[in-house]
């Protein structure tokens, strides 16, 4: 009777280590939602084995897309980034696992999808960098800036996902 819910009592009592709890912000993009692969990019990362901890189905402004995108103010594609972000629903997400942001990274492939590799994100489902389908955090401190833009504490979800013990030894 142990081999299997002994497992699933382990992950309800065992402390989380942090490096486990790392966060990134993931959002899919206005043409990620209107091309029907909101399903595609979450499936990706909860087969991966991270956890779903934020997420929202939203029309953002432009200012809120200005501040989300504010280091890159002095590029000249900064005005119709933001308008176009801003221009149909997103959908914002923080999902949680060892070296999210820099494995997220690896799963949606290069900024420029040309140069992404098929079966990443951008590799396999899109061809211009102004419509590369999905953004993600660039690092720990911006993906806990990004987070705090677009959620509020209480807006995080806390809980034990049943898979832990059989994604991280
Ligand atoms: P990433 O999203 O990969 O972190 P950046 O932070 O450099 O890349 O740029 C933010 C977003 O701005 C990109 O995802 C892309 O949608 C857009 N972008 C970047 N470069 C260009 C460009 N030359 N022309 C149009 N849009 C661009």
């Known amino acids: 009777p142990w081999s299997c819910s002994g497992l699933a009592y382990r992950a309800m009592s065992t402390k989380v280590p942090e490096r486990n709890k790392e966060r990134s912000f993931i959002m899919i993009k206005p043409n990620g939602v209107q091309r029907g692969l909101i399903g595609e990019v979450i499936k ?28 890159l103010q002095s590029k000249a594609f900064y005005p119709g980034l933001c308008k176009y972000m801003s221009s149909s629903p997103v959908v914002p997400m923080v999902w949680e696992g060892l070296d999210v942001v820099r494995t997220g990274r690896v799963m949606l492939g290069e ?12 590799g396999d489902f ?17 993906a806990n800036k990004e987070i705090a833009l677009w959620f509020r504490e209480d807006e995080i979800v806390t809980y034990t996902a049943g898979q832990y013990d059989w994604v991280y030894d």
């Open 126 to 142: 899109c061809l211009h960098v102004g419509r590369n389908l999905v953004h993600g955090s660039d690092s720990i401190e911006n």
């Open 44 to 71: 990706r990362f909860e087969q991966k084995g991270y956890k779903l901890v934020a997420m929202k189905f939203m029309q953002a402004s432009e200012e809120h897309m200005q501040k989300h995108y504010t280091h």
């Open 111 to 122: 900024t420029n999808p040309g140069d992404s590799l098929p079966g990443t994100i951008r």
